[in-house]
């Protein structure tokens, strides 16, 4: 009790609003200092109804600064540095369907849409034969229904799709009188969108825009001009990435795909590789350093290496709704901060819980880092719409050797050593052993005598040859060594040569190098 009071005595309560109205996720949420003045704002991608009202918000404190209308669903929000002119000032890119919108300075700056997929030759076929009028809505709609079962529906077009929702005759006619003459299109749309820095690591720099889409794929956008750089495949659709490095030297991708697997990309790399297989579907990933932080909707969290072995997974009193990564640089360190669906939000450092945090509502989304002037601050948005505003004291201590008591428990740490039985084979070698136990060590005397026979005459071999760095002649006590710096065809030679002698001088040396004219 003593450890929960303590852990909500570090934090201020700055904005409680139960009734603003958000409707959205951890990823469309960010905070980004947009008009360059050192106030940083929030800015929210609403949801809305999710078939209406959908908004961009930007909120200066605790006020709502402005609003911009969507037309479609956003997936995420993120802020990046476009160019290096002064003064930096971060532009905005809103994922929507299968375009990213860009803000500066809250205007509408640039469309980036992505580019078309490739469409199926008898999809194509089928619809100018209608087009035509050289088959009939019946044929069309069958020819369809065969080509959906062999290359799958989300291979298809939008208007085959929804031809097949479609069951009255009278209905199809009217969405084929609509759609007839118009040319095929195949669009994907994006499902999540992160951030790389391009070429340095520092706050402020160029970065490049990150885009999972839902064919299955994964763009890398130029931050100026807005073309793909890089297109790298998965085996499935994305539903979360993470984002480490510099594009310019090196950079891992960290994704969650929707068939439940993880999977990571590389400088270099056209497919993904898979690291390891979730079982369930993520909620959110973490990528720092060379731990990946997974949160599946078994309400576990567990941690990664960057291979893919798993260190720990830890099972939470409650299902998870949300995490977000809490980085206070003042003091160097990193937690996790993970919301439940009983009201609290619990605060991780590695495996230990530090912190809880409860709330009158369900934690739906969270984003936490600089805001207004403050430089730790949690910004929370309840199941309900509502938004609350957590400042962590300066005063604030974490103790990870104290940690908190709670309901979770270590998968890893509480399962037994998988010690396997002993076989068949184990059982009859060891008997094996036992009884010519006499053989076995008489045919190892004799193979050991025949290693100590041939070393013998390879030295003496070495030594009638000359063979050796040390000189055997008492009148020339001299010791050569050679070092060989790099692997060629340029290299060095670093020769030693030293008298080993105390009273002997020697002199007239000379060195002879041999080697193979056809390679050197």
């Not at 160029?206 to 763009?219: D, K």
């Not at 950079?251 to 439940?260: A, D, L, P, Q």
């Not at 604030?396 to 396997?420: K, Y």
Request: hydrophobic residues 40%.
């Amino acid at each position: 009790m003593d450890n929960l009071q303590a852990a909500a005595n570090r934090w201020l309560t700055a904005h409680d609003d139960n009734k603003a109205g958000i409707y959205t996720f951890s990823s469309c949420i960010t905070l980004s200092d947009i008009t360059g003045d050192g106030d940083t704002k929030l800015i929210v991608a609403d949801l809305g109804s999710g078939t209406f009202n959908m908004k961009l918000r930007v909120y200066k404190g605790t006020q709502l600064l402005s609003e911009n209308t969507m037309i479609d669903l956003p997936t995420g929000v993120v802020d990046f540095y476009m160019d290096s002119t002064q003064p930096r000032i971060p532009a905005i890119a809103v994922a929507s369907g299968p375009n990213i919108y860009v803000y500066k300075n809250m205007r509408p700056y640039f469309k980036f849409t992505l580019p078309s997929l490739e469409i199926c030759p008898r999809e194509k076929e089928l619809w100018d034969k209608y087009g035509d009028n050289r088959i009939e809505i019946s044929e069309l709609r069958d020819g369809l229904l065969a080509l959906k079962d062999e290359i799958g529906e989300g291979m298809m077009t939008p208007p085959s799709q929804k031809l097949f929702t479609l069951m009255d005759m009278t209905q199809m006619k009217n969405f084929l009188d609509i759609h007839k003459g118009f040319p095929l299109k195949r669009s994907s749309v994006i499902t999540c969108i992160s951030v790389l820095n391009k070429s340095h690591a520092e706050e402020g720099s160029v970065s490049c825009l990150v885009l999972g889409t839902e064919a299955n794929l994964v763009y890398i956008l130029d931050p100026e001009a807005f073309t793909i750089m890089e297109s790298m495949t998965l085996p499935a659709a994305p539903t979360q990435l993470s984002v480490t490095g510099l594009y310019d030297v090196d950079f891992r991708i960290v994704i969650s795909c929707r068939n439940g697997s993880l999977v990571c990309l590389k400088r270099g790399w056209q497919r993904a590789k898979s690291i390891a297989l979730l079982g369930n579907q993520s909620i959110g990933v973490i990528h720092r350093d060379k731990t990946i932080l997974v949160a599946t909707m078994d309400d576990k969290i567990s941690s990664y290496s960057s291979k893919g072995r798993l260190h720990w997974s830890q099972k939470l009193p409650s299902s998870i709704l949300c995490i977000c990564p809490v980085e206070i640089t003042e003091k160097s360190v990193f937690y996790v901060a993970v919301a439940l669906s009983n009201n609290q939000v619990h605060m991780y450092h590695n495996k230990h819980l530090i912190d809880i945090m409860t709330f009158s509502d369900s934690i739906s989304a969270m984003k936490f880092g600089r805001f207004g002037r403050e430089n730790s601050a949690l910004v929370c948005v309840t199941l309900s719409g509502g938004i609350i505003i957590k400042i962590l004291k300066r005063t604030a201590m974490f103790d990870a050797n104290e940690s908190l008591q709670s309901t979770s428990t270590s998968i890893v740490s509480s399962q037994p050593l998988n010690i396997p039985k002993k076989t068949k084979l184990f059982v009859d070698q060891t008997v094996r052993e036992r009884e010519n136990s006499k053989d076995m060590h008489e045919i190892f005397q004799h193979d050991i005598y025949k290693l100590r026979l041939r070393t013998a005459r390879a030295y003496v071999k070495s030594m009638q040859i000359s063979d050796n760095p040390i000189s055997v002649d008492q009148n020339e006590p001299i010791k050569l060594s050679a070092q060989v710096l790099g692997l060629g065809p340029t290299y060095k030679i670093i020769i030693g040569l030293s008298n080993t002698s105390v009273d002997k001088l020697s002199k007239n040396l000379e060195l002879v190098f041999h080697n193979d004219d056809r390679v050197y």
